[in-house]
Structures are given as C-alpha cells and as structure tokens.
C-alpha cells in the first residue's frame, strides 16, 4: 500500500487477507493504489461497498463499451472537478 493519506486524521483499519490482497494487484497493475480506494480503506465495509458499486458501473453488463464507459467516466470526474 502506498503511503497515508495525511489529509484526514484516520485510524487505518487493519486489512484482511482479500483486501491486501486486492491492492497488491493494484499495486501490480497500475504501480500503485488508487487514492479513492486508500481513502475507504479505514473501513472495510465502505471499501467494498464502493468496489462493489465501481465494478458493476464500469464492468458489469451493458451496452456500453469499455470505452464508452471511460469516456463517460472523464466526462463526470471533469464536470465534478475531480
């Protein structure tokens, strides 16, 4: 995992196996672990709640390609300021 996030004052929750686990594929995918992730991960039940959410948006079923739904995925982060 990559370092604290030191924004938020948050105690780090200890990970089980299967999250560990999902970040080091991260970490070998993209090189690191996404913020959005680090900033759920002081509780579990969040985390999974919004990976469960992301996987169904942008992997789950749909007419969409995958990348329509990146592009969509720019098109909102951009309007939000993200």
């Known amino acids: 995992m990559t370092g604290k996030i030191t924004a938020l004052d948050l105690v780090q929750a200890e ?45 789950g079923d749909s007419g969409l390609s995958k990348l329509e739904r990146e592009m969509i995925a720019v098109a909102v982060s951009s309007i939000n300021h993200c």
């Open 15 to 59: 990970l089980s196996k299967a999250t560990k686990a999902y970040f080091a594929k991260c970490e070998e995918k993209l090189g690191l672990v996404p913020n959005v992730l680090l900033a759920y991960a002081f509780d579990e039940k969040k985390l999974r709640a919004f990976t469960d959410m992301y996987n169904d948006l942008m992997l």
